[in-house]
């Protein structure tokens, strides 16, 4: 990490590459570069016209790429080209392993709301290409000398708290070039912009609260004397207590400054910039249309551990936009669904669903279809977002979303997925009628056939349907329909005798609660 006060920077060319335009470069590279063109043009008059032009075209694209390869800008240079006329900029830093995060940042938070006033700060090399090959979107290299910017860390390791000083870094070096900045973690949505709603116009620092103290993930900070001795005390404190993360740092700084009276700060309304305690648990929301924050900036999607889990909360409340691979828009994928639709009480509940949820997991395997995430009864979860209205839970309730994506990440979606603006409504217009697959177990539940569905029976009620009979069924007969629905799956299915694929699902299946600790 870059001392305090001697910065080192390698601006990458992802982060100019969008940007074609003659402000890049300095008037005497310019020139150079015109005198070159002119002399290319002159050698070739004997040549004919159309060769000419091209060969002018193609020197004019290939000097105007060396051009932004080899001049890129400085920070300084990249600070004031990207702020707005007060000065003003949002930083966010990002490593390679968090680039998907910082490209749902911009879809969500800042491309809606025309805020062009924001630059990623890279903390590895790879970093701003990623997110060129992306956007293209604006991103400066800063030279960290990141080494371990392809893995995520997770809340709490020693990984994620050297990474959080590179925040106390990028915001000390703008504020020392007289810049407001407001600095922003990558799991967090905008709902407006947040340079409207800052409600202290002479505070030194105006921050998100996280409860029991400020949170460094979103708060804003005015070039003052007193925030840039507050962040060089930070850095200080950081760097000489591998311990601690920036926001220990910046906190226990802080209140030592505000004891002493020798700073301005103010704590952001925590109803309007809701930390993920606030937001999902007091508010009780667990997915999309769970409850609504009319009076909210953002949200920071915190109070969660690990990239995988923060992202597929997002997705589960419809703030996810990031369609890689055709995550969201592939026509031609095929799903299946199902439903838990009976309560066996607190001891057997969780059990009963879990082997559905294998048994849905092997059908999709087998069918070369995608699974649709049922919701869960929310029985031995503590947290106050399992007691929403509709008492759903989704999957991160009772296990570690980062095990299971390890093993099934392209093999399932959230799911509220249908309702995702960016699924093709020929998906979505698709769907088969309700199947149930009959089994002593469906009538000793006494499940019904469903109303406008399908009733399959097998040979053998007793064990359920064999691979055989699925594939018949939903490869041959049923098999058009982009979204297989299921009432249930209580015993519907032979145990499959696939033991290398039993064990994967038993590998991704751990426990865990749902803050994923």
Not at 372 to 392: D, M
Not at 395 to 418: C, M, Q, S, W
Not at 428 to 436: A, E, G, I, V, W
């Amino acid at each position: 990490m870059a001392k305090s006060g001697k910065s080192r920077y390698s601006a990458s060319s992802a982060t100019h590459m969008p940007h074609l335009h003659a402000s890049h470069f300095r008037n005497a590279w310019q020139q150079i570069q015109f005198s070159k063109m002119v002399r290319i043009l002159s050698s070739l008059r004997k040549v004919s016209k159309f060769v000419v032009f091209s060969a002018a075209l193609v020197s004019i694209l290939l000097l105007t790429r060396s051009s932004m390869r080899y001049k890129p800008l400085t920070f300084q240079e990249a600070v004031l080209k990207y702020s707005d006329q007060e000065n003003r900029i949002f930083l966010a830093t990002v490593d390679s392993s968090y680039v998907e995060m910082a490209f749902n940042l911009y879809l969500t938070s800042f491309l809606p709301f025309n805020i062009s006033n924001f630059l990623f700060m890279g903390a590895d090399s790879k970093a701003c290409q990623m997110l060129d090959d992306n956007g293209p979107i604006q991103c400066f290299s800063y030279d960290f000398n990141e080494t371990e910017g392809n893995i995520s860390s997770s809340y709490g390791s020693p990984g994620f708290r050297r990474k959080t000083h590179y925040k106390t870094q990028v915001i000390l070096d703008a504020l020392r070039l007289g810049h407001t900045v407001v600095i922003v973690d990558l799991d967090i949505v905008f709902f407006r912009n947040p340079l409207e709603h800052f409600p202290c116009g002479h505070c030194d620092i105006q921050i998100q609260s996280d409860v029991s103290e400020g949170n460094t993930g979103f708060y804003m900070a005015r070039p003052t004397n007193a925030s840039i001795r507050l962040h060089e005390k930070a850095l200080e404190l950081g760097g000489n207590n591998s311990g601690i993360s920036n926001q220990k740092a910046i906190d226990r700084t802080m209140e030592s400054m505000i004891r002493r009276k020798t700073i301005n700060q103010t704590t952001l309304n925590a109803g309007k910039f809701p930390c993920g305690f606030t937001y999902f648990e007091k508010k009780k929301i667990m997915f999309l249309g769970d409850g609504t924050c009319k009076d909210c900036v953002l949200l920071h999607n915190n109070w969660i551990v690990s990239q995988e889990a923060k992202i597929y909360r997002f997705k589960e409340n419809g703030m996810w936009q990031v369609d890689s691979e055709g995550y969201y828009s592939d026509p031609t994928r095929k799903y299946l669904t199902y439903d838990n639709p009976i309560d066996f009480g607190r001891n057997l509940t969780l059990g009963r669903e879990t082997e559905a949820l294998k048994t849905a997991l092997y059908m999709g395997h087998l069918l070369n279809r995608t699974l649709i995430l049922p919701t869960f009864h929310c029985h031995g979860c503590k947290y106050e977002a399992c007691r929403n209205k509709k008492k759903a839970c989704a999957l991160n309730t009772f296990y570690k979303i980062a095990v299971f994506d390890k093993y099934f990440k392209d093999g399932y979606r959230e799911h509220v997925f249908l309702s995702h603006p960016k699924v093709p409504e020929s998906v979505k217009n698709r769907q088969s009628p309700t199947f149930l697959i009959a089994s002593e177990e469906s009538v000793a539940l006494k499940i019904e056939d469903p109303v406008e569905g399908k009733t399959l029976v097998p040979k053998n009620t007793k064990k359920g349907a064999t691979e055989s009979e699925l594939i018949s069924w939903f490869r041959g007969t049923y098999g058009d329909h982009s979204v297989l629905r299921f009432h249930s799956l209580y015993g519907a299915v032979f145990p499959s005798d696939n033991t290398e694929f039993l064990k994967k699902i038993k590998s991704a299946l751990k426990v865990t609660d749902y803050r994923q600790y």
